[in-house]
């Protein structure tokens, strides 16, 4: 019988191979912090059984089909498979979108994730930044999944898919801790929103202050970035639209999209990393708090289930929600 590790990312699923703590780990490697949300009916065909399914629409596409035939899986279901295996155990790091896809996982197998075989791990790092081997001395506490955890995954869940912030804001006034991770992940998410006198979120603002501090070439922005709710790729095209606005914020980019195509161009690639940035003086306004992003520029993005637009952009401080 097999011990399969569930994890939200090939980074934090390689880490736990490397450290010898499981004969399959599986990352889902959905990005539930960017862009439109999933509608259900696309989750639920990513954990069922192949069928039709391009090879970035099922939760088995992070592993190399010979390795899933060498333990049964081939096309199966998550929970097919999960019935396969002796142990089941969900590792999830501490980020936003890994603490996301553990009340997404909880929230599909419901009643299902209340057996023995079944195991929730309260990890507390980040396990895609872990060391190998200091990863296997880890002891992280297993606990069995309850109908407590259910249904606070369950309510926390509907509440980031809901079309306003507002369910996800009142999670900070509930009991979370039997998801030790998930009251970090709702202030994380809650800074993300539209700040009340800039316009930006707390990413978008992280990236003009290092601007502001003398990091002027976007592989020099990155590395300092420190941010948890978005990833390496997602933060360049944050930088894109603070640079490309109709107002920019940021001046001096001097190539995009920052895709992966442009590591295959030579010459894009270059000019992309030797783009000198700077503030332009709507950028240095921000900074001081004497203007808003958005009175400037059309706000067009996803939230969770929550479109931000200019005529609907809630905002977020630290002692309201407000639209």
């Not at 142990?87 to 996982?105: D, F, K, S, Y």
């Not at 994380?188 to 502001?212: C, D, F, Q, Y």
């Not at 783009?275 to 969770?304: C, Q, V, Y």
């Not at 809630?314 to 309201?320: F, S």
Request: some cysteine.
């Amino acid at each position: 019988m097999t011990r399969l590790i569930l994890t939200a990312d090939s980074s934090s699923a390689g880490c736990v191979v490397s450290a010898g703590l499981a004969d399959l780990v599986i990352a889902t490697e959905l990005r539930m912090v960017w862009g439109p949300p999933r509608s259900d009916a696309e989750l639920a065909a990513f954990l069922e059984a192949r069928t039709t399914q391009g090879p970035d629409s099922s939760w088995l596409y992070s592993q190399p089909r010979q390795r899933r035939q060498l333990f049964g899986f081939k096309d199966l279901g998550l929970t097919e498979a999960c019935e396969r295996c002796e142990t089941v155990e969900l590792w999830m790091g501490t980020e936003p979108n890994a603490q996301l896809v553990l009340i997404w996982l909880l929230d599909y197998l419901g009643p299902r994730a209340k057996t023995s075989r079944m195991v929730l791990r309260h990890v507390d790092v980040s396990l895609g930044e872990a060391e190998p081997a200091r990863l296997a001395k880890s002891k992280f506490m297993g606990v069995a999944i309850t109908d407590d955890h259910l249904e606070v995954a369950s309510l926390a869940w509907q509440a980031y898919r809901a079309p306003t912030p507002h369910a996800w804001f009142n999670l900070l006034g509930r009991d979370l801790s039997i998801l030790p991770q998930l009251r970090r992940c709702v202030l994380e998410m809650l800074e993300e929103l539209p700040g009340r006198t800039t316009g930006l979120g707390a990413s978008e603002l992280r990236i003009l202050e290092l601007i502001a501090a003398g990091y002027e070439h976007p592989f020099r922005v990155f590395p300092h970035f420190q941010r948890r709710v978005f990833d390496y790729w997602e933060a360049g095209t944050i930088l894109e639209k603070l640079a490309l606005a109709p107002v920019p914020a940021v001046s001096g980019l001097a190539e995009w999209p920052f895709t992966l195509e442009m590591y295959d161009e030579p010459e894009r690639y270059e000019r992309y990393k030797e783009s000198r940035l700077s503030l332009t003086a709507l950028g240095k306004a921000i900074l001081a708090g004497t203007e808003d992003f958005s009175r400037h520029n059309p706000i067009d993005r996803w939230w969770g289930g929550t479109r931000l637009t200019n005529d609907r952009l809630w905002r977020w401080d630290p002692v309201l929600l407000v639209p």
